[in-house]
């Protein structure tokens, strides 16, 4: 089984920048993926990490150290669009299957 | 263009009539599975299949059935839906891992059910 922890709310400024913190624990870690999910929408796949080390992509980064069960979500030049609920969800090996956290929802004001 | 299909979008039914929610990917997936998404819970797997003919349990499979006849399809069943089975459902597909690069989860545009 795994145990996915992530901050519940979060909330930011406009042009800063945010970084959204997964903890996981596993008996067997075959990769962690981040997805983006708006009210009421579909989530949609941001990023995918199964090496220790940073994933950039635009404004989005992701990090994972997997000795320490730890990933991040960085998300730079804050937009109001990017109000959202951020997903971390890993994949045990072994399994097909994804186990998802409970979600971030960031807040983005003016 | 690459998708999955989930229908309906919305659906409002009664206690204990049997309905289907249909699931139809266009991309030659092995992996398909079942999501339902509740407030403070995230989303949970019901059911998922690794190919044809090929399904097993998620975390929370108490009340559904799934089936898997075909490749591109994974239709959910609820026998006899309760009032606790009103949710927003999502269905997704991927590659298995593994073979190749690319194994993000795709998913549909959801089914918000409520069971009176």
């Known amino acids: 089984g795994q145990n996915i922890d992530q901050p519940t709310e979060m909330t930011a400024t406009e042009g800063a920048i945010v970084q959204i913190n997964c903890t996981y624990q596993?008996?067997?870690?075959?990769?962690l993926f981040w997805y983006q999910q708006h009210a009421g929408e579909a989530p949609t796949f941001l990023s995918y990490?199964?090496?220790?080390g940073l994933e950039e992509k635009g404004r989005f980064s992701s990090f994972l150290s997997r000795s320490k069960g730890y990933s991040y979500l960085l998300l730079k030049e804050l937009q109001m669009k990017d109000s959202a609920s951020y997903l971390c969800a890993v994949r045990e090996k072994g399994y097909s299957t994804l186990t998802f956290g409970k979600g971030t929802m960031l807040l983005v004001s003016p | 263009e690459a998708q999955v299909t989930q229908n309906p979008r919305y659906l409002i039914t009664v206690t204990g009539k049997k309905l289907t929610v249909t699931c139809s990917q266009n991309m030659n997936h092995e992996y398909m599975s079942w999501y339902r998404q509740d407030p403070g819970l995230g989303l949970r797997q019901i059911y998922y299949?690794?190919?044809?003919?090929?399904?097993d349990k998620g975390d929370v499979p108490e009340g559904y059935k799934v089936s898997r006849k075909e490749k591109r399809n994974f239709p959910l069943i609820l026998e006899s839906p309760s009032p606790n089975q009103t949710s927003l459902y999502f269905c997704?597909?991927?590659?298995?891992?593994?073979?190749?690069?690319?194994?993000?989860?795709?998913f549909g545009s959801g089914t918000q059910l409520s069971v009176l």
């Open positions: 990490n199964v090496l220790d």
């Open positions: 596993t008996s067997g870690f075959n990769g």
């Open positions: 299949s690794m190919n044809v003919e090929v399904t």
């Open positions: 997704a597909s991927s590659f298995l891992p593994g073979a190749r690069r690319d194994e993000k989860l795709f």
